[in-house]
């Protein structure tokens, strides 16, 4: 039992390392729907000079 044990550790390792280091991640429909929607730069507004003063300040 303690071989199957780290025999599946094992082999779970393998792949893991295979996914994360030797496969490619390929590019599907929806990335490229989202890519292609992201071409427009989103409108930036800053917020920072409608704050109140800090309290205790003389403004």
């Known amino acids: ?14 792949t893991l390392g295979y996914h994360l280091f030797f496969k490619q991640p ?5 990335l490229k729907a989202a890519q292609g929607e992201l071409t427009q730069p989103l409108a930036f507004t800053n917020s920072a000079e409608y ?6 300040t003389r403004d």
Do not use: E, H
């Open 1 to 14: 039992m303690p071989y199957l044990f780290g025999g599946l550790v094992l082999l779970n390792a393998i």
């Open 26 to 30: 390929s590019t599907t429909q929806t």
């Open 51 to 56: 704050l109140p003063p800090i309290i205790g």
